[in-house]
């Protein structure tokens, strides 16, 4: 089989994807090859582009995606030809048409989740999961803040943490994300560019302050988060769209009230193969039952990956968006 993939040969801007078609042999021992129809795009995608995680170049680009089987290598139980199955990585070049892939990695996806609802959503509904369930242990009735929360993630935690009974305080930077965060069901909605927001939040909870903070942007919303949270409360620093929070003073932690903080990872509260099967089975049962709905606000061909990425970080995406492949 033939396909067309993404490549990055330097870390850089969008301009420095490039693109090649390569012919696909049969899957290996442990391997298959999924022809894909949707891929999912991540922030995480442009730090592996720009070089905020570095990884060894030539690299591939995207975790993300969901197809169809067409063959299995040696060793491969569970799956086989004809298959619907997505992955969240870590595997690198899900920027492609076709690949093979570790089918360890593989999650088949139930007949109620479509290909882009499942490449829209895996990586990030699993890794709100995480955040909610495994990290934070949010608990009904705790006002919980998240930042950026008109985001493909954010909109997901948002509706996460209504359905596990919290009040939701989102920020987000327009009017337009303001309405898709509120349909979301955010209870409080900040601007976070105009609005006093750690004041607001003071507001809200009777000057006590949340005892989360989700938190995605980090270095520009830092300080607020820290304000924002309550005493002992704790400051789930979960990405970079902000820039890498750097040179933490511990003391500071001291100074707002003993808080926590921690910068989790997917991929450790997801290490083990029972980990992450009881992670996408939750996740499915979620968007199964409508707790959660999955809002694609954006569709990409494959090849227009620069564009995309160039969208993504000037902010001018909502909700969830797909690279879609195309097939003769």
């Not at 999912?40 to 995207?62: C, Q």
């Not at 030809?81 to 899900?94: I, L, Q, V």
């Not at 930042?147 to 337009?176: C, D, M, R």
């Amino acid at each position: 089989m033939k396909a067309i993939e993404a490549f990055i040969e330097s870390q850089g801007g969008p301009e420095v994807i490039d693109w090649r078609e390569v012919t696909l042999g049969e899957p290996g021992p442990g391997q298959v090859l999924l022809r894909q129809t949707a891929v999912g795009l991540n922030y995480l995608d442009t730090y592996h582009r720009d070089g905020t995680y570095p990884v060894p170049l030539p690299s591939g680009l995207g975790v993300e995606s969901a197809g169809e089987i067409v063959a299995v290598g040696e060793g491969v139980h569970g799956l086989r030809p004809g298959d619907r199955a997505a992955t969240f990585g870590p595997e690198r070049s899900a920027y492609a048409s076709a690949r093979l892939v570790g089918a360890a990695s593989l999650f088949k996806l139930p007949a109620g989740i479509d290909d882009e609802t499942a490449a829209a959503a895996l990586l990030k509904a699993c890794t709100v999961e995480m955040l909610v369930e495994r990290c934070a242990r949010v608990e009904a009735g705790w006002p919980v803040l998240v930042h950026a929360a008109a985001g493909g993630v954010g909109l997901i935690l948002v509706q996460w943490l209504k359905a596990v009974g919290a009040t939701v305080i989102g920020t987000v930077s327009t009017e337009a994300k303001a309405h898709a965060a509120r349909e979301a069901g955010a209870d409080h909605v900040l601007m976070y560019k105009s609005d006093d927001v750690a004041a607001h939040v003071r507001e809200i909870t009777d000057g006590q302050g949340v005892p989360v903070t989700f938190d995605g942007i980090g270095m520009a919303t830092w300080d607020v988060s820290l304000k924002a949270t309550a005493r002992r409360g704790l400051i789930v620093s979960y990405g970079n769209a902000g820039g890498p929070v750097t040179g933490v003073n511990l003391g500071i932690l001291a100074q707002h009230g003993s808080q926590f903080v921690t910068r989790p990872t997917l991929f450790d509260y997801y290490h083990l193969p029972g980990e992450r099967a009881a992670g996408a089975d939750r996740v499915f049962e979620m968007i199964a039952s409508g707790a959660v709905k999955v809002t694609v606000g954006q569709r990409y061909s494959l090849e227009d990956a620069a564009r995309a990425h160039a969208d993504l970080q000037a902010g001018r995406t909502t909700g969830s968006s797909l690279l879609i492949p195309e097939h003769n």
